[in-house]
């Protein structure tokens, strides 16, 4: 990977391919910040032509390590006004590190509505008109893609929304049977896409082989111990692979913190109907799969097919946090209806966790009732559709609140929370306040500890030692969002250190290096220091990194609990 291809977009848009030089040994998430941190403005306009956005596969990627297929997109967010990093499965990070590129950087900006294509092949890049591919959306846009590049290739996309640059739009990779099912999702990723005139990327890496470890045998041995721990772990040997993501529904429920109606409870009354078990229950009785990889090389394989009553494809299996957004968030507790939504989502290209909690807002505002799953389906169509009420819709929760006059977005940074309430789970509380994401429980999953009780336990209800836990979280996830490797491995990996020890033995023998468990974390604070400073020079300051107010005033049932950390603690998170 010590190829950077620069595209600048513009009114004859061209591109040179560099060297990584600079960037070198960088990859993911620090690539992709680092890249943005150092070249754009942070006082542009997201949306203009001084941001870049950057796409990184993950430092082991394209190799034979389990896991690493996971591809970072980095900008100035549209939506947040700060540094983003969002990452997805499927197969375009393996194939694009094989095809030898750390990182594509668009530039410029397309003149008019030209719609661009960018294919990548071993012989070189193309440029291509996508004026064709205007106004689909994602599902049309493969369809057509691949009736030219062919089913061997990977491709990334947007949708209608990314075509508006709407706050919500996603960027969507094709998984391996080549459906558009995987997003960058947060951010406006997808609108930074759009606005620099790309449609879509194609990968082609025909006649490219497999990256190779600089200590062959030290590298297969640490990836065979790596496997073992992973399948070993009940949660990713176990739980993810027989259920999904959505394994979570009940015990997040049980927990008091499955926001539910536009986070006014902690519990959902139907969660029974729409949980992990009765969603494998159900794809297999239908003849589905709830035991799917998202990507090639992927051993926990916590993806699915969904598919109807007739047993034909409706979506993959929607994730816990959209099975949530799109469920209890927004009282319907019927998952044909939340796989649908999940379907348009993929299709338009949008973050189903800002168009659940969306939703759940204009409902709150009295556009339809909780609960309504045909009135959340007509919603997002309007949003697809392009009307003035779906572009309000798609540009997310806070948007949407302040256009109808409601003062409970459950927004920082102007991105929506996802699943887990901050008030009864006060960890992930202190995640959404200070991640320079905006609110992202991936960003330091203290559910771990939380609820989990994966890496020790620390008491979810009180404020003690939940910012210490969201610090070592936050710096240990900007570690392993730079490595490619998906999050899911983060369990086995704070339970056993003989785990963690293999993926940083793996790290090294396929570099020739002799990192420490130190380094990592030093990797993970030198990421986020970085990305600290990139909001701070956009304006942002410690009155961003707060939760809104009515956090701490309404008491959410069933524990009548607020969040109760205080702000000068919020302050100490990155103090090291
Ligand atoms: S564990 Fe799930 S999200 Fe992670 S790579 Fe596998 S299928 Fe994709």
Redesign the pocket.
């Known amino acids: 990977m010590d190829k950077l291809l620069r595209v600048t977009m513009g009114d004859s848009p061209s591109f040179v391919t560099e060297k990584m030089d600079a960037y070198a040994g960088l990859g993911g998430r620090n690539l992709t910040s680092k890249i943005v941190a150092t070249e754009v403005p942070a006082d542009c306009h997201p949306l203009g032509p001084e941001n870049k956005l950057v796409i990184a596969p993950g430092l082991l990627s394209g190799t034979a390590a389990s896991?690493s297929?996971?591809i970072s997109v980095g900008c100035k967010s549209p939506h947040t006004g700060g540094i983003k990093e969002a990452n997805a499965?499927g197969q375009a990070a393996q194939t694009m590190a094989r095809l030898g590129y750390g990182a594509i950087v668009l530039e410029g900006s397309a003149p008019g509505n030209k719609l661009y294509t960018l294919v990548i092949t071993k012989d070189g890049v193309k440029i291509e008109s996508a004026d064709g591919l205007k106004g689909l959306g994602n599902y049309a846009v493969i369809d057509v893609l691949k009736k030219t590049y062919g089913d061997k290739a990977a491709y990334m996309s947007i949708g209608q929304a990314g075509e508006m640059r709407l706050g919500a739009a996603s960027i969507a990779c094709t998984d391996p049977e080549l459906r558009p099912t995987?997003h960058c999702g947060r951010g406006g990723v997808g609108a930074v896409m759009g606005a620099k005139g790309v449609k879509a990327v194609v990968f082609d890496d025909t006649g490219c082989g497999m990256r190779k470890p600089k200590d062959p045998e030290a590298f297969k041995a640490a990836n065979k111990a790596f496997t073992k721990g992973l399948q070993d772990h009940p949660i990713?040997g176990q739980g993810?692979p027989a259920y999904g993501?959505n394994v979570l529904a009940n015990i997040i429920n049980e927990s008091g913190g499955y926001p539910t109606n536009n986070f006014s409870k902690g519990q959902f009354d139907g969660v029974g109907k729409i949980s992990g078990e009765t969603q494998a229950e159900t794809e297999e009785k239908r003849g589905g799969n709830p035991t799917?990889?998202?990507?090639r090389g992927?051993?926990?394989?916590?993806?699915g097919i969904f598919v109807d009553k007739d047993g034909n494809y409706v979506s993959k299996q929607p994730e816990y946090e959209t099975v949530w957004a799109h469920g209890a968030n927004c009282g319907i507790d019927d998952l044909d209806v939340i796989a649908r939504l999940d379907r348009m989502d993929d299709d338009f290209g949008l973050d189903t966790i800002e168009m659940g909690a969306t939703i759940a807002v204009a409902m709150e505002a009295g556009l339809a009732e909780f609960g309504d799953g045909e009135a959340a389906i007509r919603l997002l169509q309007e949003v697809g559709d392009g009307t003035p009420l779906g572009r309000i819709l798609g540009s997310g929760a806070a948007v949407t609140a302040k256009t109808f006059g409601l003062e409970r977005a459950p927004v920082v940074k102007g991105q929506a929370m996802p699943a887990y309430d901050p008030r009864p789970i006060q960890g992930i509380g202190v995640t959404y306040a200070t991640s320079p994401m905006g609110a992202d429980h991936t960003a330091g999953y203290a559910i771990t500890a939380n609820v989990l009780k994966s890496g020790g336990f620390v008491d979810p209800l009180k404020a003690e030692g939940q910012v210490e836990l969201s610090r070592n979280l936050q710096i240990a996830t900007a570690a392993i969002d730079s490595t490619g490797m998906?999050?899911?491995i983060a369990f086995a990996l704070l339970d056993q250190p003989e785990t963690f020890q293999a993926l940083i033995d793996i790290i090294n023998a396929f570099y020739g290096l002799s990192l420490t468990g130190d380094d990592v974390t030093a990797l993970g604070k030198e990421v986020l220091t970085l990305e600290r400073d990139f909001n701070a020079r956009a304006g942002f300051t410690k009155a961003d990194d707060r939760l809104p107010r009515y956090f701490r005033r309404e008491k959410l049932a069933p524990h009548d609990v607020v969040f109760t950390v205080p702000d000068e603690e919020l302050d100490e998170v990155f103090a090291w």
């Open positions: 896991m297929g996971r499965g995987r990713s993810l993501t799917h990889g998202c990507h992927c051993v926990i394989k916590c993806s998906c999050l899911f």
